[in-house]
């Protein structure tokens, strides 16, 4: 279901450019400026950039008009039990902004998925038509990341997470924390598999990981 309005505001953010095959130095600047902000000394912060940084990374994929439609939809996917609640109700409030910005011109939509089965995710991606999931701290406990990589790129389903080495296991893009700031890492392979292709200006700002041989 679409979450709810959140009253904090993030002016400079409240439309998200479209990717573009030339981009301006002053929307790098822009993304460097969301990754960069003050330390988290507070989660629930850390957690608010990072949402913003995953919309960022949305706009700078050249086939995100082929692969959302009308709508930037991105489904936040989160484990059964105690943990799964509170990832869900971590990223909730997270994206609580996100009805307000738009990505390359489209309305974002964030819905909530409990993971039950393999086969039942793949329903949920077919009737959220998404763009886009979060996959959650503990999910990988519950699917392993190869099927689930399996039902992201057979949906086109730009995968994000948190934890670098799921990215590197299969999983397209990570914000994860870095020596001074967050961090983008891209599995180029992963991303194009999803049918993303990121514009140049994006990989110019993230770094780039693979499977080990």
Known sequence: ??????????????????????????????????????????????????????????????????????????VIVFPSGDGGAAERARWTSAFANARKLKVAGRPVVVSTHKFETASVLDRALTDA?????????GLARTIALDDLAALTRAHKVLS????????VKGLAVGIVPG????????????????????????LQLARTVEAPP
């Open 1 to 74: 279901m679409p979450l709810r309005s959140c009253s904090r505001r993030h002016p400079s953010l409240s439309s998200i450019a479209p990717a573009r095959r030339v981009v301006s130095r002053w929307t790098l600047v822009a993304l460097l400026i969301v990754l960069g902000l003050a330390s988290p000394a507070r989660a629930d912060a850390a957690d608010d950039r990072r949402a913003l940084v995953m919309l960022r990374v949305l706009a700078y994929d050249n086939h995100l008009g082929a692969r959302a439609g009308d709508e930037v939809r991105i």
């Open 129 to 137: 038509h998404a763009a886009a999931v979060l996959v959650c701290e």
């Open 160 to 167: 994000f997470s948190t934890r670098e080495p799921e990215v």
């Open 179 to 202: 020596t001074s700031r967050d961090e983008i890492v891209v599995n180029l392979r992963a991303a194009a598999a999803e049918g993303a292709k990121f514009d140049a200006g994006l």
